[in-house]
């Protein structure tokens, strides 16, 4: 549990970092996490494929993302609690403990949507569970958390509110470069998210890269 719980408190302090882009009171302002983890559901199963009438093949990397960013907004939803990243890691790190599911993925991604709609609270439980549907283990979740979370605030940084921010770089886009850049580093590192910085701003065009 020890290695998890650091890493959870890693990602709490990340999600709260990056909230505070959006705004700097931001677990004040009432915003409602809950109606984002249920659409990002409805997005999951469409990626996954539910229609009997055509043919559908499951686009996994993107159900992958779409974990991702639930639980974004499920980090958010335990942010706003008030308690320590210690008390919530340590409850969240429970939940990741005891999985629940369905026998199909699909009815799973309801689960979650249905439990989220019921009482609008977060639910890793669940989460742990379609992780298990797609043999995602916690060390590959939290690469693509860090990741994710660390390009957003790369972004921010290099103009992408004002729109100057380059997406595309040397004809690949930006999160292709991500996914090389995790593949090299150790997620194990206490430099983790420093390292993926340093590595983005390395592969950023040098004419993109701000003055001074």
């Excluded at 549990?1 to 709260?16: R, S, V």
């Excluded at 700097?24 to 302002?29: F, K, P, R, V």
């Excluded at 689960?111 to 283990?137: P, W």
Aim: with cysteine.
């Amino acid at each position: 549990m020890t290695n998890i719980q650091t890493k959870l408190e890693t990602m709490l302090t990340l999600q709260n970092e990056m909230n505070r882009w959006v705004h700097e009171d931001w677990n004040s302002q009432g915003f409602e996490w809950y109606r984002a983890v249920w659409v990002e559901a409805s997005e999951m199963l469409e990626h996954y494929g539910w229609k009997w009438w055509k043919h559908q093949q499951p686009d996994l990397a993107q159900v992958k993302l779409e974990v991702i960013d639930i639980v974004h907004f499920c980090l958010s939803m335990q942010l706003e609690t008030g308690k320590s990243l210690s008390e919530i890691a340590t409850a969240i790190g429970n939940e990741f403990n005891a999985p629940r599911q369905t026998d199909d993925i699909r009815t799973t991604i309801e689960l979650l949507a249905v439990e989220t709609l019921k009482d609008q609270q977060a639910h890793f439980s669940i989460i742990a569970g379609l992780m298990h549907h797609l043999q995602m283990d916690f060390d590959e979740l939290y690469k693509k958390y860090v990741g994710k979370n660390v390009l957003n605030i790369f972004r921010q940084d290099h103009g992408y509110k004002q729109g100057s921010y380059i997406k595309v770089w040397n004809g690949r886009e930006d999160n292709e470069y991500l996914e090389d850049i995790l593949g090299e580093l150790d997620i194990d590192s206490d430099n983790f998210r420093d390292d993926i910085y340093t590595s983005l701003s390395r592969a950023y065009p040098a004419s993109s890269q701000p003055a001074g």
